[in-house]
């Protein structure tokens, strides 16, 4: 079975600098797509950004960029030129190819200090 | 992008009543839905996979008969939690999958549960 660990349970960063959130994952897949969603107090769940398995490439999307390390399973989200907006909880994610079925993360607490 | 609503978005209710919560795909149309509990300061779980005008999938462990899921339409999934106690506070996610759109799903922004 998958699994997705999120070993920092909360982290801070200084505004406007860059922090990087850690995540593990377990399969036996090759092929298998990875998130970052953002969960800000608001509740409302946002997704930051995705990474297809076969891709060497890593994504970026604006201000946030991850590693994706596939034979590590590893898969961190750097977040560049912190802002307060991104005080949130955010969440890796896993999903198999062919289902709709998300594994999460149990998440990561961060705040951005002023 | 896509909207996905949800209604209400507080409940408080008494042991032992029914608590309906809508889900709603408000410009698409979502012919599969999920709900997910969220426990506080914990991850989300799959509580169930919803089809338009099939029966919902329940994920191991969840009460298919506590917890009633409806997808009359494709732009509306209902949940009814019968018989609430208190255990079952919490805070009810569902998000949407929009066809053709294949990796990607929309949340609603939840509804908290309280049981009293």
């Known amino acids: 079975a998958q699994t997705v660990t999120q070993s920092q349970p909360e982290m801070s960063v200084q505004e406007a600098e860059t922090v990087t959130l850690s995540c593990t994952y377990d399969t036996s897949e090759s092929n298998y797509y990875l998130f970052w969603y953002k969960q800000p107090p608001s509740r409302q769940m946002i997704l930051v950004i995705r990474?297809?398995?076969?891709?060497?490439q890593n994504a970026t999307e604006n201000r946030f960029s991850v590693n994706f390390q596939k034979a590590a399973k590893s898969f961190s989200l750097k977040i560049s030129d912190s802002q307060l907006g991104d005080t949130a909880m955010y969440f890796c994610a896993f999903r198999r190819p062919g289902t709709y079925k998300y594994i999460f993360g149990t998440g990561t607490r961060l705040k951005v200090l002023a | 992008g896509a909207v996905v609503s949800q209604h209400p978005s507080r409940v408080i209710c008494k042991s032992g009543t029914s608590v309906k919560i809508e889900c709603r795909s408000l410009d698409f149309q979502a012919t599969t839905m999920f709900w997910y509990r969220q426990f506080p300061k914990q991850s989300l779980m799959l509580m169930a996979t919803?089809?338009?005008?099939?029966?919902?999938?329940?994920e191991q462990g969840v009460e298919k008969d506590k917890f009633l899921i409806n997808h009359a339409s494709l732009t509306l999934s209902t949940l009814t939690v019968t018989s609430a106690h208190p255990e079952d506070s919490s805070f009810y996610i569902c998000?949407?999958?929009?066809?053709?759109?294949?990796?990607?799903?929309?949340f609603g922004p939840g509804t908290r549960l309280t049981v009293t």
């Open positions: 990474q297809e398995a076969y891709k060497q």
């Open positions: 919803s089809n338009e005008g099939s029966k919902a999938t329940y």
């Open positions: 998000s949407a999958r929009e066809p053709g759109q294949a990796d990607e799903q929309y």
